[in-house]
């Protein structure tokens, strides 16, 4: 798994690592229908890959035609899906048990190419419910949640991992964020080519930018950008950095975006 996470991390690293002096708006390119269009998306070079709680759908680029599924067997232990990303030729999609207590949280590693599985990583004593996690330097950025129904959102937590899954540092959401996301938390997390940390809410318009100080404690809130989609995970395009795909849950559609000059 380890040198599966090192070779898709410079591709990705790239993305977040190039500055741009502005940040305007995301415009729509265009949305493809999705049945699985409920939990997030993620993409590679020529597909993007849609996540429901308990199912994946793999859809040419160029033509929206899926090409592939998976539905989680009978006694998988797959319970809830989250937000994904490909990396190295695998699809990484956070998994929680969400919403039983107490929290179980796990990473389920996916055969990009065919969706079979190929291995779970789980996390001892998690500190919420995983709802994403990113290639970040030589580990991951990941984002524990915690909801209004079952906990407290203050609780959800940021922490950076190196690559053998040692914890490097623990941040808090900022306050006037956490109110921001109301009863939930964040559904998930990118790399911006400004550098900064994006991040979605569960409903709202709007994915935030945020700076992650060094060694942790409290992120700091950047900036907020309008965004069509209401929550839910997204991800930047490692091919096309100034694209971001999203989902919109009501309508089950996945959505093409570009930043804006």
């Known amino acids: 798994m380890r040198e599966a996470l090192l070779s898709g991390l410079a591709g990705l690293c790239l993305m977040g690592c190039a500055e741009v002096g502005h940040v305007s708006r995301l415009e729509v390119v ?3 229908p999705a049945a699985e269009a409920n939990q997030g998306v993620a993409v590679d070079a020529e597909h993007f890959y849609v996540i429901d709680d308990k199912a994946l759908g793999k859809y040419a680029k160029a033509t929206g035609r899926k090409v592939a599924e998976w539905k989680a067997p009978k006694g998988s232990g797959v ?7 490909v990396a190295g030729g695998r699809l990484y999609v956070a998994h929680s048990n969400f919403p039983a207590k107490p929290d179980e949280s796990s990473l389920e590693i996916f055969e990009a190419a065919t969706l079979r599985p190929v291995a779970r990583h789980v996390f001892e004593r998690p500190l919420g419910s995983l709802t994403w996690a990113i ?3 030589e580990g991951w950025l990941a984002c524990f949640a915690h909801y209004r129904s079952n906990s407290d959102p203050a609780k959800s937590r940021l922490v950076r991992y190196d690559a053998d899954w040692k914890v490097m540092a623990v941040w808090s959401f900022p306050p006037e964020l956490v109110e921001r ?3 939930y938390s964040s559904s998930c997390g990118g790399l911006g080519l400004d550098g900064l940390v994006w991040v979605s809410g569960h409903d709202a318009n709007e994915l935030y930018r945020l700076s992650l100080p060094e060694g942790g404690g409290v992120a700091r809130w950047a900036g907020t950008v309008p965004f069509v989609s209401a929550g839910q995970a997204f991800a ?5 950095p100034r694209e971001l795909y999203s989902i919109q849950r009501k309508t089950r559609e996945v959505i093409l975006s570009r930043l804006g000059e």
């Open 135 to 137: 290639p970040d330097r």
């Open 30 to 32: 265009r949305s493809w």
């Open 181 to 183: 996301f109301g009863k």
């Open 79 to 85: 319970i809830h899906m989250n937000a994904g990303v």
């Open 236 to 240: 930047w395009d490692p091919s096309r």
